[in-house]
């Protein structure tokens, strides 16, 4: 049984920085990928950042410069350092991870619950 677990969310003010983590648990074999989609309301999850293969990063062009990820594959954990924050940052941030698990490690995505980031005056 896979979960991600994430934290580090909350208010603040525009300029401000925040930090996410990401924790995979469970009957893991390999981590592929992990990485950050976002969800504002009445919006689409859009990506945000992702870590992939030999550590290649890819950003969405919104976030460039100010977001930053990055990944602990021996703790099963990715981060992402959010600064500069504006208001059309706030969404709801969640967690994804390819990974191999179960007794015949297949490859699976997992999500995490989400964590909200508000960022306003």
């Known amino acids: 049984q896979v979960q991600l677990v994430e934290s580090g969310g909350g208010l603040v003010q525009p300029g401000g920085s925040l930090r996410l983590s990401c924790a995979a648990s469970g009957s893991i074999f390999a981590i592929d990928t992990m990485g950050w989609y976002r969800q504002g309301t009445g919006s689409q999850r859009e990506l945000v950042a992702n870590?992939?293969?030999?550590?290649?990063?890819d950003y969405a062009d919104s976030v460039k410069g100010r977001f930053t990820i990055s990944r602990d594959d021996d703790k099963n954990t990715v981060y992402l350092q959010m600064n500069s924050l504006k208001p059309e940052d706030t969404a709801v941030y969640y967690c994804?991870?390819?990974?191999?698990?179960?007794?015949?490690?297949?490859?699976?995505?997992?999500w995490g619950q989400g964590t909200q980031v508000s960022v306003s005056e």
């Open positions: 870590s992939g293969r030999g550590g290649v990063t």
């Open positions: 994804n991870a390819e990974l191999y698990s179960g007794r015949w490690a297949l490859k699976q995505a997992y």
